[in-house]
């Protein structure tokens, strides 16, 4: 009796989204379906399905919604955040490794470095940006005394050699974030990066 419950209900179940645009329903199997053709169905074993899959989460879920946050003056700490945590989970990715405890500042660090190609002899305003916004946002709830936002900011990251301070715009560090981001979508697409998309699939799949 507790067995056929069980299974009505798991039969009743409604569908489940995946990422805001695709979702799959009980009675379907495992099969994968887009909100707007319901009748095409996307086999989840191909990394092509994945990769949609991916683009639609990241997206839907965090950098578009980033992308709207731009219209409220005070929302340049949260747009920071979501990139902020968007660089670090991506770093799984290309990396096939989960981050550790201990870990994240460092992978963090080169992450920014790949992206805003920021001078080695600016490394101070690297580890002031991880230690003063990222730890400042993510444990205290507000960013350290050495970072300022501002939209008004002409680049995404300056360093203020004298004050030792880190002026960061939002909007504009979102905007490289998601250029980033298309860049290792498309990157990811060409079946010649084999290594790259073997990574992409590991980490997606655990």
């Known amino acids: 009796i507790i067995f056929i419950n069980i ?3 798991i039969i009743n179940m409604p569908r489940h989204a995946i990422s805001p645009n695709f979702f799959q329903e009980p009675e379907r199997g495992m099969e994968i379906y887009e909100e707007v053709q319901q009748v095409v169905a996307y086999d989840p074993n191909l990394i092509e399905t994945k990769l949609m899959i ?3 989460r990241v997206n839907g879920w965090f950098l578009d919604v980033a992308e709207r946050l731009k219209e409220d003056n005070e929302a340049g700490f949260v747009i920071l955040m979501i990139c902020l945590a968007h660089l670090e989970g991506m770093a ?6 989960i981050t550790n405890i201990g870990e994240s500042s460092q992978i963090l660090k080169e992450e920014l470095k790949r992206i ?9 305003a690297i580890d002031i940006l991880v ?4 730890h400042g946002l993510f444990h205290d709830c507000m960013t350290r005394r050495r970072v300022f936002l501002s939209g008004q900011y002409l680049s995404p ?7 030792e301070v880190v002026l960061i715009n939002p909007h504009s560090f979102l905007d490289a974030i998601r250029a980033d981001f298309e860049r290792f979508i498309l990157f990811l697409a060409d079946p010649e990066n084999i290594e790259e998309r073997r990574k992409f699939q590991t980490i997606f799949d655990r």
């Open 92 to 97: 799984q990715y290309r990396r096939e490794q």
């Open 131 to 134: 230690e003063d916004a990222r």
């Open 54 to 56: 991916h683009k639609d």
């Open 157 to 163: 990251i300056i360093w203020d050699e004298v004050g």
């Open 7 to 9: 299974l009505s209900c």
């Open 116 to 124: 805003f190609t920021i001078p080695s002899f600016h490394s101070r």
